[in-house]
């Protein structure tokens, strides 16, 4: 261990000796920093769009011709698993060259880490995960979060929907904390509005057939079956939906909002509603440009729902690092009083939780595209929601 | 195998020769955990790389040369010389790293899956009862851990009760793994694994999904998240919980090799290999299953309490299946039966993974293929389990 | 209750029964000849799916097909996959592992299975996602009361039950079957008799696991979507139906699967609201059968396999 550290200590002093120390604006000095997120597995599809983005994020800010330091991301895959999520923030926060991070999608492993990184003083941006206790759980000034909670986005749907006139909805969940959570706060924020939940079905989130289920929910004839889960799970019920001919009208949370989602159901997906918060790329000012950039870039993945995320929380952890230097107490500092960030996902203001503060938008399939609400067909009027049309 | 068969006809005699014979055996292990250190604690991918191929022409010099299977019978011959240096070799590796945090957990990682490991050995190993739920049981330990450990009774009787919880739930798959065998068995453990995994998380009485916070361990007062130096020196939290660990694997490690080399151990031999012959000689089947059974599943829970404290929370997804397969990977690649083969493959299954970070989307799919290739070209594990040998006794008699 | 939706239950419990049971005949013509679990067998189901979702999907993209040729050519490569991907493992992974201990073919298997998963995550496109299955075949609906099935969902229950009784008649009628069931019952006396012990196996696994693609296929035609994950559950749960049935025997596994698939069925019926039980009821009454039927309820004729 000392052999290896003053071993390449020594390889420093020969190389810096060697070499023509040049202006100090060519010797840049490097500066890492983590990703964390699933990379394998059955969230990986989302991980690696996270990974991606921020390792753009990444590129573009070293190409800056006045950038201060070359940053360096390295990528952890937690596996979403706890136990693995454990192992790697660990290595990744008792690693000093490591400065932030920016780190996880999967709820169950974002609140299981919050106390290595906080016992270690790594400051982290969440760039995807939704659980409300992972910032208002604690008090930890190392934990940030640049996307929204799921209590933001039950509080939207119980809102939107019911105000669209639905009366009676069916819940189905999985069993995850993810699945439970969003099924906590919509049906804590439905109640106040007026909507009544006839049935609630919490399903393992590998569950394959669900035709047993939405039998049931033929019997209850809701207005709007809602979805508390991720993609998968929302493909497998729209498509079940249609095939025991159920022409109740689908919503969900953020989770069901990707292209695979799209892709997944395809016909059939054409006016769900969901419920995110961010706004779509093409209302960002940059959204463009990022897109641009993403397919120049030539990654085998879309960035997903959480892409633009993990690239924002990369540009806010660089140019903190910009600001103070590689340091992680002055880094954490400088997060805690971010307001008024412009980041390509909006204005991000951290709460006195390090929460940023959102709002959740609507969004519904259209034509093959998630549309913000308010710019599509159906808020205009021409097309009508699939629950409606169904003489509801 | 070819190194086993070497051993008896080893000359003993010679004093002198047997305190050199003890000098290179305690060499060779000790070359063998710097390594194992080593590997541990380096980040560097060219390393890790050129300490992995290291290993592979030093197992394949141990079995291909003359000299190399000399010295591999040597180890066979003197266990205590072995235990011994890597006691020391351990605490020695502990004490170099003692402020090196990530690589203390994965050393306690290592420590308790390994002593998981212990436990099956005792079930599939020598009673032949096979166990698809280790992680199930090894959650379980956790979860009395989590209930437990703020309720104020010391933490060394939590491990303890821990224990028990576990071989109690045991108990309830006992009658139909004793009244089945092979595959049927093999079901009823899963079934049990994926039952578990299941209730805990749509169960809202432990946690649910999210699972529950789990008190540090303390011993006598002392809380090991608590440590941050011991004497003069900095150290890391995690250290205590490497030596802990390091501590139940040597206990378990001692509780199976006295029972392999007693009268139970025979008899759980004779059990798997031919239980009519076996119960001609009047050995109660059912009886030794039973115990082999809920010992092992007592040690499995005992090492997922301590796991439990060190990672500080439990949930759901701890018992899952793929979990209970890693845990037979481990036992399985090692070799059935040899406790120091299951070290060796504790680290191959949840180090090397962890070091082949860098090829981050692929490495399931390069850790899988790794594991096939060492099924498929050495069936029975890195290390085969010493196969019983009564010729001294023949000798003597 | 409505005799409508009575009836709907008992159409998704015959659909799902009926996949269980083609997935879990398939582990138990492996066991038959060799005494070996082929635990990838889940994820074959699963390449079978992809390997019909991409050569319909690929063929599409260039040509528009009528939709029998479509579904034929889809056949055709999930059978081909299935089988190909099947002998693959049995002859690199099996058949030399033979003589090594149970868990050691299964863990290998296993690990098999993991390597097709990845392989189908990474290579295609998006693979982490999951996939909208081509509708193949003729849409439209039957519809009586509050009673409605697709007309596709019952070719699909048609093609699935005569598959079952196809290979039953290939175990019971045909050289190949004669061979399975020699080799089954004593590989060496059958080698005697001039069988060949391995192109026999292989002959099994390429049988077997061309069920396996073929209920790849079925399931995307039925719910539409795949994923690369979908063959991991459905592998546990043909290996339950298997070994709960019976593994020596091939009503056993069939009477498995329907029996798995009324039990999940049943328990959203009773107990609507807490269906998220199901999967705990179910396996607790797997440990339950199988305390009381140690060797399958259709017991093996012999309970002496060593």
Same mark, same amino acid.
């Given at each position: 261990?000392?052999?290896?550290?003053?071993?390449?200590?020594?390889?420093?002093?020969?190389?810096?000796?060697?070499?023509?120390?040049?202006?100090?604006?060519?010797?840049?000095?490097?500066?890492?920093?983590?990703?964390?997120?699933?990379?394998?597995?059955?969230?990986?599809?989302?991980?690696?769009?996270?990974?991606?983005?921020?390792?753009?994020?990444? %590129?573009?800010?070293?190409?800056?011709? %006045?950038?201060?330091?070359?940053?360096?991301?390295?990528?952890?895959?937690?596996?979403?698993?706890?136990?693995?999520?454990?192992?790697?923030?660990?290595?990744?926060?008792?690693?000093?060259?490591?400065?932030?991070?920016?780190?996880?999608?999967?709820?169950?492993?974002?609140?299981?880490?919050?106390?290595?990184?906080?016992?270690?003083?790594?400051?982290?941006?969440?760039?995807?995960?939704?659980?409300?206790?992972?910032?208002?759980?604690?008090?930890?000034?190392?934990?940030?979060?640049?996307?929204?909670?799921?209590?933001?986005?039950?509080?939207?749907?119980?809102?939107?929907?019911?105000?669209?006139?639905?009366?009676?909805?069916?819940?189905?969940?999985?069993?995850?904390?993810?699945?439970?959570?969003?099924?906590?706060?919509?049906?804590?924020?439905?109640?106040?509005?007026?909507?009544?939940?006839?049935?609630?079905?919490?399903?393992?989130?590998?569950?394959?057939?669900?035709?047993?289920?939405?039998?049931?929910?033929?019997?209850?004839?809701?207005?709007?079956?809602?979805?508390?889960?991720?993609?998968?799970?929302?493909?497998?019920?729209?498509?079940?939906?249609?095939?025991?001919?159920?022409?109740?009208?689908?919503?969900? @949370?953020?989770?069901?909002?990707?292209?695979?989602?799209?892709?997944?159901?395809?016909?059939?997906?054409?006016?769900?509603?969901?419920?995110?918060?961010?706004?779509?790329?093409?209302?960002?000012?940059?959204?463009?440009?990022?897109?641009?950039?993403?397919?120049?870039?030539?990654?085998?993945?879309?960035?997903?729902?959480?892409?633009?995320?993990?690239?924002?929380?990369?540009?806010?952890? *660089?140019?903190?690092?910009?600001?103070?230097?590689?340091?992680?107490?002055?880094?954490?500092?400088?997060?805690?009083?971010?307001?008024?960030?412009?980041?390509?996902?909006?204005?991000?203001?951290?709460?006195?939780?390090?929460?940023?503060? @959102?709002?959740?938008?609507?969004?519904?399939?259209?034509?093959?595209?998630?549309?913000?609400?308010?710019?599509?067909?159906?808020?205009?009027?021409?097309?009508?929601?699939?629950?409606?049309?169904?003489?509801? | 195998?070819?190194?086993?068969?070497?051993?008896?006809?080893?000359?003993?005699?010679?004093?002198?020769?047997?305190?050199?014979?003890?000098?290179?055996?305690?060499?060779? @292990?000790?070359?063998?955990?710097?390594?194992?250190?080593?590997?541990?604690?380096?980040?560097?991918?060219?390393?890790?790389?050129?300490?992995?191929?290291?290993?592979?022409?030093?197992?394949?010099?141990?079995?291909?040369?003359?000299?190399?299977?000399?010295?591999?019978?040597?180890?066979?011959?003197?266990?205590?010389?072995?235990?011994?240096?890597?006691?020391?070799?351990?605490?020695?590796?502990?004490?170099?790293?003692?402020?090196?945090?990530?690589?203390?957990?994965?050393?306690?990682?290592?420590?308790?899956?390994?002593?998981?490991?212990?436990?099956?050995?005792?079930?599939?190993?020598?009673?032949?009862?096979?166990?698809?739920?280790?992680?199930?049981?090894?959650?379980?330990?956790?979860?009395?851990?989590?209930?437990?450990?703020?309720?104020?009774?010391?933490?060394?009787?939590?491990?303890?009760?821990?224990?028990?919880?576990?071989?109690?739930?045991?108990?309830?798959?006992?009658?139909?793994?004793?009244?089945?065998?092979?595959?049927?068995?093999?079901?009823?453990?899963?079934?049990?694994?994926?039952?578990?995994?299941?209730?805990?998380?749509?169960?809202?009485?432990?946690?649910?999904?999210?699972?529950?916070?789990?008190?540090?361990?303390?011993?006598?007062?002392?809380?090991?998240?608590?440590?941050?130096?011991?004497?003069?020196?900095?150290?890391?939290?995690?250290?205590?919980?490497?030596?802990?660990?390091?501590?139940?694997?040597?206990?378990?490690?001692?509780?199976?090799?006295?029972?392999?080399?007693?009268?139970?151990?025979?008899?759980?031999?004779?059990?798997?290999?031919?239980?009519?012959?076996?119960?001609?000689?009047?050995?109660?089947?059912?009886?030794?299953?039973?115990?082999?059974?809920?010992?092992?599943?007592?040690?499995?829970?005992?090492?997922?309490?301590?796991?439990? *404290? *060190?990672?500080?929370?439990?949930?759901?997804?701890?018992?899952?299946?793929?979990?209970?397969?890693?845990?037979?990977?481990?036992?399985?690649?090692?070799?059935?039966?040899?406790?120091?083969?299951?070290?060796?493959?504790? @680290?191959?299954?949840?180090?090397?993974?962890?070091?082949?970070?860098?090829?981050?989307?692929?490495?399931?799919?390069?850790?899988?293929?790794?594991?096939?290739?060492?099924?498929?070209?050495?069936?029975?594990?890195?290390?085969?389990?010493?196969?019983?040998?009564?010729?001294?006794?023949?000798?003597?008699? | 209750?409505?005799?409508?939706?009575?009836?709907?239950?008992?159409?998704?419990?015959?659909?799902?029964?009926?996949?269980?049971?083609?997935?879990?005949?398939?582990?138990?013509?492996?066991?038959?000849?060799?005494?070996?679990?082929?635990?990838?067998?889940? %994820?074959?189901?699963?390449?079978?799916?992809?390997?019909?979702?991409?050569?319909?999907?690929?063929?599409?993209?260039?040509?528009?097909?009528?939709?029998?040729?479509?579904?034929?050519?889809?056949?055709?490569?999930?059978?081909?996959?299935?089988?190909?991907?099947?002998?693959?493992?049995?002859?690199?992974?099996?058949?030399?592992?033979?003589?090594?201990?149970?868990?050691?073919?299964?863990?290998?298997?296993?690990?098999?299975?993991?390597?097709?998963?990845?392989?189908?995550?990474?290579?295609?496109?998006?693979?982490?996602?999951?996939?909208?299955?081509?509708?193949?075949?003729?849409?439209?609906?039957?519809?009586?009361?509050?009673?409605?099935?697709?007309? %596709?969902?019952?070719?699909?229950?048609?093609?699935?039950?005569?598959?079952?009784?196809?290979?039953?008649?290939?175990?019971?009628?045909?050289?190949?079957?004669?061979?399975?069931?020699?080799?089954?019952?004593?590989?060496?006396?059958?080698?005697?008799?001039?069988?060949?012990?391995?192109?026999?196996?292989?002959?099994?696994?390429?049988?077997?696991?061309?069920?396996?693609?073929?209920?790849?296929?079925?399931?995307?035609?039925?719910?539409?979507?795949?994923?690369?994950? *979908?063959?991991?559950?459905?592998?546990?749960?043909?290996?339950?139906?298997?070994?709960?049935?019976?593994?020596?025997?091939?009503?056993?596994?069939?009477?498995?699967?329907?029996?798995?698939?009324?039990?999940?069925?049943?328990?959203?019926?009773?107990?609507?609201?807490?269906?998220?039980?199901?999967?705990?009821?179910?396996?607790?009454?797997?440990?339950?059968?199988?305390?009381?039927?140690?060797?399958?309820?259709?017991?093996?004729?012999?309970?002496?396999?060593?």
């Amino acid at each position: 261990m000392k052999m290896k550290k003053s071993l390449s200590a020594l390889a420093c002093a020969a190389l810096t000796a060697l070499t023509l120390q040049p202006s100090a604006g060519f010797a840049k000095d490097t500066v890492k920093i983590a990703f964390i997120g699933p990379l394998t597995g059955g969230n990986s599809a989302t991980g690696l769009g996270g990974r991606n983005s921020a390792a753009l994020a990444v %590129d573009l800010h070293n190409a800056k011709p %006045d950038a201060k330091y070359t940053y360096e991301l390295v990528p952890f895959d937690d596996e979403c698993k706890p136990n693995v999520g454990v192992q790697v923030a660990t290595k990744a926060a008792s690693d000093k060259s490591i400065i932030a991070g920016i780190t996880h999608y999967c709820s169950a492993v974002a609140i299981a880490t919050v106390e290595t990184y906080n016992r270690f003083g790594l400051p982290v941006v969440v760039w995807g995960a939704v659980l409300p206790e992972i910032t208002y759980g604690n008090d930890f000034k190392e934990i940030h979060r640049v996307n929204g909670t799921m209590i933001n986005e039950g509080k939207m749907a119980a809102e939107f929907l019911t105000k669209q006139g639905f009366k009676t909805f069916v819940v189905i969940h999985d069993t995850t904390d993810y699945g439970k959570g969003q099924n906590k706060y919509f049906a804590e924020n439905l109640k106040p509005q007026g909507g009544d939940i006839v049935a609630t079905f919490a399903v393992s989130p590998d569950q394959q057939d669900f035709t047993a289920e939405l039998t049931k929910v033929k019997e209850l004839k809701p207005d709007v079956v809602f979805i508390g889960g991720l993609t998968p799970l929302g493909v497998r019920v729209r498509s079940q939906m249609d095939r025991l001919g159920i022409p109740a009208q689908l919503a969900g @949370v953020s989770g069901i909002m990707s292209a695979g989602f799209i892709e997944g159901a395809g016909q059939a997906a054409e006016g769900t509603v969901s419920f995110h918060n961010g706004a779509p790329l093409t209302k960002y000012a940059d959204g463009k440009a990022f897109m641009d950039a993403y397919t120049k870039a030539g990654y085998r993945e879309d960035p997903d729902a959480y892409g633009p995320f993990a690239f924002s929380a990369a540009n806010l952890v *660089m140019d903190a690092i910009d600001k103070v230097g590689p340091d992680r107490k002055k880094v954490r500092d400088v997060l805690n009083t971010t307001k008024g960030y412009k980041a390509l996902v909006g204005e991000v203001n951290f709460d006195d939780h390090r929460q940023n503060i @959102v709002s959740a938008n609507v969004y519904v399939a259209q034509d093959g595209k998630w549309v913000y609400w308010p710019d599509s067909a159906y808020a205009a009027g021409t097309k009508k929601l699939p629950g409606k049309t169904a003489g509801n | 195998m070819s190194m086993l068969q070497l051993a008896p006809t080893l000359d003993t005699a010679n004093g002198r020769s047997v305190g050199l014979q003890r000098v290179v055996v305690a060499l060779t @292990v000790a070359v063998l955990f710097a390594g194992g250190g080593f590997l541990l604690h380096t980040e560097e991918q060219g390393q890790v790389i050129a300490l992995l191929a290291a290993f592979v022409a030093l197992f394949a010099l141990g079995e291909k040369l003359p000299a190399g299977r000399r010295v591999a019978a040597l180890c066979v011959a003197h266990p205590g010389t072995v235990n011994l240096t890597a006691a020391v070799m351990v605490l020695a590796i502990a004490a170099a790293l003692r402020e090196e945090h990530y690589t203390l957990l994965m050393m306690a990682t290592v420590a308790l899956f390994a002593t998981a490991a212990a436990g099956l050995t005792l079930q599939m190993a020598f009673a032949g009862v096979p166990n698809f739920a280790g992680a199930a049981f090894f959650a379980v330990g956790s979860y009395v851990a989590a209930v437990l450990g703020t309720s104020g009774i010391p933490h060394l009787l939590v491990l303890v009760i821990a224990g028990l919880a576990a071989a109690v739930l045991g108990l309830l798959l006992l009658l139909p793994v004793l009244r089945t065998r092979g595959h049927y068995a093999a079901l009823v453990t899963i079934a049990f694994g994926l039952l578990l995994r299941s209730f805990l998380e749509v169960n809202d009485v432990l946690g649910g999904p999210q699972g529950m916070k789990v008190p540090s361990f303390s011993l006598f007062g002392l809380s090991f998240s608590r440590v941050t130096e011991i004497g003069p020196y900095d150290v890391s939290f995690y250290l205590p919980y490497a030596l802990a660990g390091c501590f139940l694997f040597a206990l378990a490690f001692a509780v199976v090799r006295r029972l392999e080399f007693s009268f139970a151990g025979v008899a759980l031999d004779a059990v798997r290999s031919d239980e009519v012959s076996a119960s001609v000689f009047g050995l109660s089947i059912a009886r030794w299953k039973a115990t082999a059974f809920l010992m092992g599943n007592a040690l499995i829970g005992v090492a997922g309490a301590l796991y439990g *404290m *060190m990672n500080a929370f439990v949930n759901p997804n701890s018992a899952n299946f793929g979990d209970s397969l890693i845990m037979l990977s481990i036992l399985v690649l090692g070799g059935l039966g040899n406790l120091w083969g299951a070290v060796v493959a504790s @680290v191959v299954i949840l180090v090397i993974p962890e070091k082949l970070q860098a090829i981050q989307e692929f490495r399931l799919v390069i850790f899988a293929l790794l594991v096939i290739a060492i099924l498929r070209f050495r069936p029975s594990g890195l290390m085969p389990r010493v196969t019983r040998d009564f010729s001294s006794f023949a000798k003597e008699g | 209750m409505d005799p409508g939706l009575l009836a709907q239950y008992v159409f998704n419990g015959l659909m799902l029964g009926t996949i269980y049971a083609i997935v879990a005949v398939g582990f138990s013509l492996f066991f038959g000849v060799l005494d070996v679990i082929k635990f990838s067998h889940g %994820d074959v189901v699963t390449v079978g799916a992809f390997s019909a979702f991409g050569a319909a999907g690929l063929v599409a993209a260039a040509v528009t097909l009528p939709g029998p040729l479509a579904l034929a050519l889809g056949l055709l490569a999930a059978l081909g996959a299935g089988a190909a991907s099947g002998m693959l493992i049995g002859r690199v992974l099996v058949l030399p592992l033979k003589n090594a201990p149970a868990v050691n073919v299964l863990l290998a298997t296993l690990m098999a299975g993991t390597v097709l998963r990845e392989v189908i995550r990474l290579g295609v496109p998006n693979g982490g996602n999951p996939k909208p299955f081509p509708a193949l075949l003729p849409e439209g609906v039957l519809a009586a009361g509050s009673f409605s099935v697709g007309i %596709d969902s019952v070719i699909i229950l048609v093609a699935g039950i005569a598959v079952v009784v196809a290979t039953h008649l290939v175990i019971t009628r045909t050289r190949l079957g004669l061979a399975i069931r020699a080799v089954a019952q004593d590989g060496e006396v059958a080698q005697l008799a001039g069988i060949s012990f391995s192109r026999t196996v292989l002959g099994t696994f390429a049988l077997g696991s061309m069920l396996a693609g073929l209920a790849g296929l079925m399931l995307g035609l039925y719910y539409r979507e795949i994923n690369f994950n *979908m063959g991991v559950l459905l592998g546990i749960i043909g290996f339950a139906c298997a070994v709960v049935g019976g593994l020596g025997s091939l009503i056993g596994p069939i009477l498995g699967g329907f029996l798995f698939a009324g039990i999940q069925t049943g328990v959203t019926v009773v107990l609507p609201f807490t269906s998220a039980y199901k999967d705990v009821v179910a396996f607790a009454v797997i440990i339950l059968l199988i305390g009381l039927f140690p060797t399958g309820l259709i017991a093996e004729k012999s309970s002496e396999r060593v």
